[in-house]
């Protein structure tokens, strides 16, 4: 049987919103690797679920995962409605990435002799 990932994080805000971080911890045996990182506009329920996500996109392969948050369960409907914003700015953040990708080739393309 294959060894679990154990994925240990947090997130924390000073005010809310205001400054924040998030954390993680990646263990497999006796493997491993700290991420973190931070917003100067932020929630607290924001670095918590941007901590998992995060912990989650660095595995490089499926994998068995215990996942540890400090995210209380009292506030679930509010980390949902956190969840879906995130989401939801990664998905403009991604289109508007596309979009100067496609809008900077068209510019690249015309500029260059037929």
Known sequence: MTQAIEIFTDGACKGNPGPGGWGVLLRLGEHEKRLYGGELETTNNRMELL?????????????????TTELPVRNEGRARVDAQLEKTRLENRQQAAGKERRSLAATRCAGQPA
């Open 51 to 67: 901590a998992a996500i995060r912990g989650l996109e660095a595995l490089k392969r499926p994998a068995s995962v215990v996942l």
